[in-house]
């Protein structure tokens, strides 16, 4: 038996107007997913348990079985883990992303609203070049120095920073993707005394970055500027259980974000890097399901994870996710259940939205989502299609971390 997780980041949502009262899921068309749901299993799963942000971080932990109320110290050191960066006892990891802020040269730092948290999803050179300009400033390198922070280029909008010899105590730092087209001051770094050194770092990034030869290059090709840096997901040192040890299984994991590499890495499963995939809608998906193949030829357990429809929706892009949605069918779903039967392979597999992401908002909600857990050993009768109100219909679990594996692994 070959066992898949599925897992297309954000692709759950509320009924959205402009589809006549429909999600995106049940607008799309998705024949593959559709046929195999008729036959298999469907209900929903919270796996952002009350209490703890609504994301990626707590939902795709809390998926792999590891419940993120023990595990979970912040985003970014399950990232940092992804890159082989050490996050030892002391030091606070962040995400450091790359961000657009309006031009608006009449408004002070604070008044100005937050466009991109992606700095329009800014191309991985763009991205390392502008970064590494930054902390070689020589005002803001003494300012990070100052600070005891150093930065770790993410090849994307994600770079990560380590701080040493500073407190996260009382400090308040707030996800950019959720407050796009809002004015910053009430959502900049605060609290304790960190979180007005981290403030200051922004401010003075905004300022050297702002006119920055590179990013007015970007603005005459159309391109939104990445004029300024975003501090959040803090997090301390991290550990995960072994997966073999808890589920009997070994593989690896197939993604284009660090979260998902970091997860693998510090869980014992193998981080799969695919030449061409961004976490973007325009990625390389025939790679990703070459790579899933490819472990699972040599192991039993794989897990693909695709961020667009995340992606697409923090960006307004309806349009997008939508198409995000179609692809994970056609071009993910569709190949990867004829190779397997090619193969004489059975198989289960486990395929659900970590957490929805709202149209309505562009930001994350923590209610259950949907999942559909196929096996190509037997027919349910079911006779559903994958959505959110079907899923409402079979089985609920109130906490993922006890039940997804689980029911994958069939224990």
């Not at 590179?214 to 501090?231: D, H, I, T």
């Not at 892009?317 to 995000?324: N, T």
Request: glycine content about 10%.
């Amino acid at each position: 038996m070959k066992y898949l997780l599925f897992i297309g980041d954000g692709m759950a949502d509320n009924p959205v107007a402009e589809l006549g009262g429909k999600t995106p899921l049940e607008y799309a068309s998705i024949p593959t997913i559709d046929a195999l749901c008729a036959k298999g299993v469907l209900g929903s799963v919270r796996n952002c348990p009350a209490g703890l942000p609504a994301g990626s971080d707590t939902a795709i932990t809390s998926i792999f079985g590891c419940d993120p109320r023990k595990y979970y110290t912040g985003r970014a050191p399950l990232e940092a883990a992804a890159s082989g960066i050490s996050v030892k006892a002391g030091d606070i990891a962040y995400r450091c992303n790359m961000v657009a802020y309006e031009d608006a040269s009449d408004k002070a730092f604070e008044e100005k609203r937050i466009l991109s948290h992606s700095a329009g999803s800014i191309e991985a050179e763009d991205s390392d070049n502008i970064i590494a300009a930054l902390f070689a400033d020589p005002e803001f390198a003494a300012a990070a120095q100052a600070a005891g922070m150093t930065v770790n280029p993410g090849h994307s909008f994600r770079h990560i920073a380590v701080q040493s010899g500073a407190s996260a105590e009382g400090m308040k730092l707030i996800p950019p993707h959720d407050h796009l087209g809002e004015v910053i001051g009430p959502l900049l770094p605060s609290g304790g005394s960190n979180g007005p050194v981290l403030r200051e770092l922004m401010a003075l990034a905004h300022r050297i970055l702002d006119h920055h030869p590179l990013n007015e290059a970007r603005r005459a090709a159309g391109k939104m500027p990445a004029n300024g840096v975003w501090f959040w997901a803090e997090g301390t040192a991290v550990e995960l259980p072994d997966f073999a040890d808890a589920f009997g299984h070994r593989g690896g994991v197939v993604s284009a974000v660090p979260l998902c590499h970091g997860i693998a890495a510090l869980t014992g499963l193998e981080p799969i890097f695919v030449e061409g995939a961004t976490g973007e809608l325009e990625t390389n998906l025939e790679n990703k399901v070459a790579a899933v193949i490819k472990v699972l030829e040599t192991s039993d357990f794989a897990a693909l994870h695709v961020e667009a429809p995340d992606e697409c929706t923090h960006n307004g892009d309806l349009k997008g996710k939508l198409q995000s949605i179609e692809w994970l069918d056609s071009r993910c779903m569709a190949p990867l259940t004829q190779a397997f039967a090619a193969r004489g392979w059975d198989y289960r597999i486990l395929f659900l939205s970590d957490h929805k992401t709202l149209t309505a908002t562009r930001g994350h909600d923590g209610d259950p989502v949907p999942f559909m857990l196929y096996d190509s050993t037997k027919d349910t009768g079911l006779g559903l299609s994958y959505s959110e109100a079907n899923g409402l219909k079979g089985p609920c679990y109130d906490d993922g971390a006890a039940t997804c594996m689980k029911l994958l692994f069939d224990l």
